[in-house]
């Protein structure tokens, strides 16, 4: 074999080695500053110069990452699919910064959806608004479940930002626990929210979130909420079969079990309403 052979073959090794994370990821690691240190994230860059629109994607109990470092493939399906759309996509990671794995059985949370996360979230949105390639006044936010219930939090008319730097633009909520929130006197959004959900959810219920949704409309918020029929927790998963889930910290019947699986017509659904959703003025 020439000289040249032999380089040849060591590029396409080479290329066989990094290709896959290259076409599977498209995405690059990046650290965000909090009061605290920091904590990590994955960002997603749409091709072109920007400056580009973005989102801020809070991940649920089990976290952002699946086995052997791979991102989970709800993940990896949004931000690809978002990136593609022309979205910016930066999602902290609440849970492994901090050495924890999944949450999903934790009852006594040390990472809480209403103050902890909250502060990430904040701090993702001044992370992007530092870099040239942002719109600054244009990043939203959008979580699942454990995220979603984040986002409620996050979009409370007495949280408000006082750094002086423009708002979240609107949210997006996928199956959050509502309860909370719900029942909370004080709870107003301040700003556009889209909640999206199972009404057969036995994780999160729907009921909750349907109270929540009424009851800020009747005050001119402008909170939609859209209930799937027959659709479950996980309904937007690419490929999920449904099936039940033990050990879980916080379920609607109070076992610990629920049950969990892709929904196809709500997901392809979903995926139109937040894409028009976040385009809208």
């Not at 690059?28 to 920007?50: K, L, N, Q």
């Not at 399906?77 to 050495?99: I, K, N, T």
């Not at 929130?181 to 556009?192: T, V, Y």
Request: net charge positive; with cysteine.
């Amino acid at each position: 074999m020439s000289s040249l052979q032999r380089l040849a073959a060591c590029v396409f090794s080479f290329a066989l080695l990094i290709g896959p994370a290259l076409s599977a990821g498209g995405y690059e690691r990046v650290s965000i500053p909090i009061s605290e240190g920091t904590i990590t994230g994955v960002f997603y860059r749409p091709a072109g110069p920007g400056p580009f629109p973005a989102v801020i994607a809070l991940h649920g109990c089990g976290g952002l990452w699946r086995e052997q470092g791979m991102l989970s493939i709800r993940h990896t399906d949004w931000g690809e699919r978002l990136a593609a759309a022309g979205f910016a996509v930066l999602m902290p990671d609440s849970f492994g910064s901090r050495g924890l794995g999944s949450q999903c059985g934790v009852k006594d949370l040390t990472v809480r959806a209403g103050r902890e996360r909250v502060a990430d979230a904040t701090a993702a949105r001044i992370w992007l608004q530092q870099r040239t390639d942002i719109r600054p006044a244009q990043i939203s936010l959008i979580g699942w479940s454990g995220g979603g219930s984040t986002v409620l939090a996050a979009i409370r008319t007495d949280r408000s930002p006082a750094d002086g730097r423009p708002d979240f633009k609107r949210a997006i909520a996928f199956y959050p626990a509502c309860r909370v929130q719900s029942e909370s006197p004080s709870f107003a959004a301040r700003m556009p929210l889209l909640v999206l959900m199972g009404d057969a959810d036995d994780w999160t219920p729907a009921a909750p979130c349907s109270y929540l949704a009424k009851a800020a409309r009747a005050r001119g918020e402008p909170v939609e909420l859209v209930l799937y029929p027959g659709a479950l927790h996980d309904f937007d998963h690419p490929r999920l079969e449904v099936r039940e889930r033990e050990n879980i910290a916080y379920s609607a019947n109070g076992t610990g079990k629920v049950t969990v699986g892709t929904n196809m017509a709500a997901r392809e659904d979903a995926m139109k309403r937040v894409k028009a959703f976040l385009n809208a003025p």
